[in-house]
């Protein structure tokens, strides 16, 4: 299980350093979350202006 984001992302960046494990990047139009790296810990969630991040 990994979180994803959608295409509400306005890419913005606020998420990029809530990761722990440094799982999101920084994609052609939204950011992307590598789903081998995610630990599934939500941390990210709340950082979101758009709520453009959800559970995959
Ligand atoms: Fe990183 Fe946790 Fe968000 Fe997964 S859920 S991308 S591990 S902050």
Known sequence: MSHKITDECLACGSCLPECPVDAIAEGDDVYTIDAEK????????????????KPA
Not at 47 to 53: E, H, L, M, V
């Open 38 to 53: 995610c630990s599934d810990c939500g941390a990210c969630v709340d950082s979101c202006p758009t709520d453009a991040i």
